[in-house]
């Protein structure tokens, strides 16, 4: 899994249209209507926390967790920044407390149980093997209260066949422009991502040097949600339901990305934490 270096400091500027408020009514939903109102949550791939960021003003504890200590750098800077702007907020303290954690989720670890595990923005996609993907599965289920949440988004093998694969997006503004090429290989069902990225130098000694160009590479692989079901499963997980993110309808053959909630199996209620 590679981490997202240069990547990091455009992330949000060039992420800009992720419906993360959209996403964030789903999840708030899911939890309140499954009795989750408050508490500790965890998430995994929390980048640069603009998810984390939300999810602490709705009123949760939150622990952060990402493979990129370039990412989760800005995260910090970002919750530092919201801190010291002088804006006032119900859940301010909640903010103030957030806890970003640089490790692979394929074995995060954590102190005890937290009420509900999140991870949006495809991050599962990130994990290119069944068994690494099962067994974050299993790490989930374990560090869930009893009856606790996994909500998770993930992009389809669909999404990646026939729709962005051997695909070039091209985009600028004032300050950074990007080339993201997609190849996609049917075999192993992966993506990779090659984004060039084409940023503006405000380096006094490189005056000659108008722009900075730099190269990274990303890859992910494509899941289909009988395949994640039955990983679910592998993992003592329960799986519950799942949405089309468009819109949060029903999954089709043509779902692009789609959003699964899975509840914690095996845990005693009585047990002591």
Not at 128 to 149: A, I, M, Q, R, W
Not at 208 to 214: E, I, S, T, V
Not at 253 to 269: L, T
């Amino acid at each position: 899994m590679d981490s997202y270096i240069e990547f990091s400091k455009y992330y949000d500027e060039l992420m800009e249209d992720v419906p993360y408020d959209e996403w964030l009514g789903f999840v708030r939903k899911t939890l309140s209507d499954n009795g989750i109102n408050d508490g500790l949550v965890c998430e995994l791939g929390a980048g640069t926390g603009n998810f984390t960021m939300r999810l602490a003003k709705a009123g949760y504890d939150l622990i952060g967790i990402d493979n990129s200590e370039e990412m989760l750098s800005v995260a910090r800077s970002k919750k530092e920044e919201f801190l010291n702007s002088g804006e006032t907020f119900e859940s301010e303290d909640k903010v103030s407390d957030i806890m970003y954690i640089c490790q692979d989720m394929r074995e995060f670890e954590l102190y005890g149980t937290v009420r509900a595990i999140v991870s949006i923005c495809d991050s599962m996609n990130y994990i290119l093997e069944d068994d690494e993907l099962v067994h974050t599965f299993k790490l989930v289920n374990n560090y869930l209260d009893p009856d606790g949440l996994f909500i998770f988004d993930f992009n389809t093998e669909y999404k990646y066949r026939e729709v962005i694969g051997d695909s070039t997006i091209a985009d600028s503004n004032e300050d950074v422009s990007f080339i993201w090429m997609n190849y996609y290989d049917d075999e192993s069902r992966i993506n990779e991502y090659e984004v060039t990225f084409f940023v503006k130098n405000d380096e006094e000694n490189e005056e000659d040097c108008l722009y900075k160009r730099f190269v990274e590479y990303h890859y992910q692989k494509g899941y289909t949600l009988e395949e994640i079901k039955g990983f679910l499963k592998e993992a003592g997980l329960i799986f519950v339901d799942a949405f089309d993110a468009d819109g949060f309808a029903n999954v089709s053959d043509r779902s692009e990305r789609i959003f699964v909630i899975a509840k914690e199996s095996g845990k005693s209620h009585c047990q002591e934490k």
